[in-house]
T-cell receptor
Framework: KNEVEQSPQNLTAQEGEFITINCSYSVGISALHWLQQHPGGGIVSLFMLSSGKKKHGRLIATINIQEKHSSLHITASHPRDSAVYICAVLINFGNEKLTFGTGTRLTIIP | ETGVTQSPTHLIKTRGQQVTLRCSSQSGHNTVSWYQQALGQGPQFIFQYYREEENGRGNFPPRFSGLQFPNYSSELNVNALELDDSALYLC???????????FGPGTRLLVL
């Protein structure tokens, strides 16, 4: 079992829909990242959070440390939001390292 | 302020060869992490360098080695390449090991 699980693996939605991507993890962490990866490989860090909620534009990220769960929401989705969204956790066992989920491929249809 | 850059962008090697990938960190960042991303998979942590010292390592064999220079740029070296080493190699820099990481565009390596 992977330490970081994401769902769904693939998501197709119509433009304007509200999108939710979920991330669950099984280990103790010091922080969680949401990343966006476009075709070709470039990765952009969207959020780093260790508690509560963060908002940036149409993106909202929440985390529940007790339940070991985080969600990424996109409001008023747009075709340019189409990308792979990756959840990564910072596991602190003396050496800091990011452990990644396998990603959620999001496609927004105009 | 320049972002994280990597070179080369693409590379083709044959089995048994050696390869060096390079990463220039964002200005002011002293930590560089390297990741391997196989097709359709999430990135896997290779190792991290903080102020020129290795600061953590993932489950990769010793033929994966690295180096960080005084200007905090970094190299990833892979010896005795295997077909399964074909992947996108990403580096990310951060102000400190616990801060937000900024990713480079990656180097796509194909081993034939």
């Amino acid at each position: 079992k992977n330490e970081v699980e994401q769902s769904p693996q693939n998501l197709t939605a119509q433009e304007g829909e509200f999108i939710t991507i979920n991330c669950s993890y099984s280990v103790g962490i010091s922080a969680l990242h949401w990343l966006q990866q476009h075709p070709g490989g470039g990765i952009v860090s969207l959020f780093m959070l260790s508690s509560g909620k963060k908002k940036h534009g149409r993106l909202i990220a929440t985390i529940n440390i007790q339940e070991k769960h985080s969600s990424l929401h996109i409001t008023a989705s747009h075709p340019r939001d189409s990308a792979v969204y990756i959840c990564a956790v910072l596991i602190n066992f003396g050496n800091e390292k990011l452990t990644f989920g396998t990603g959620t491929r999001l496609t927004i249809i105009p | 302020e320049t972002g994280v850059t990597q070179s080369p962008t693409h590379l083709i090697k044959t089995r048994g060869q050696q390869v060096t990938l390079r990463c220039s960190s964002q200005s002011g960042h002293n930590t560089v992490s390297w990741y391997q991303q196989a097709l359709g998979q999430g990135p896997q942590f290779i190792f991290q360098y903080y102020r020129e010292e290795e600061n953590g390592r993932g489950n990769f064999p010793p033929r994966f080695s690295g180096l960080q220079f005084p200007n905090y740029s970094s190299e990833l070296n892979v010896n005795a390449l295997e077909l399964d080493d074909s992947a996108l190699y990403l580096c990310a820099s951060s102000v400190d090991s616990q801060e937000t990481q900024y990713f480079g565009p990656g180097t796509r390596l194909l081993v034939l």
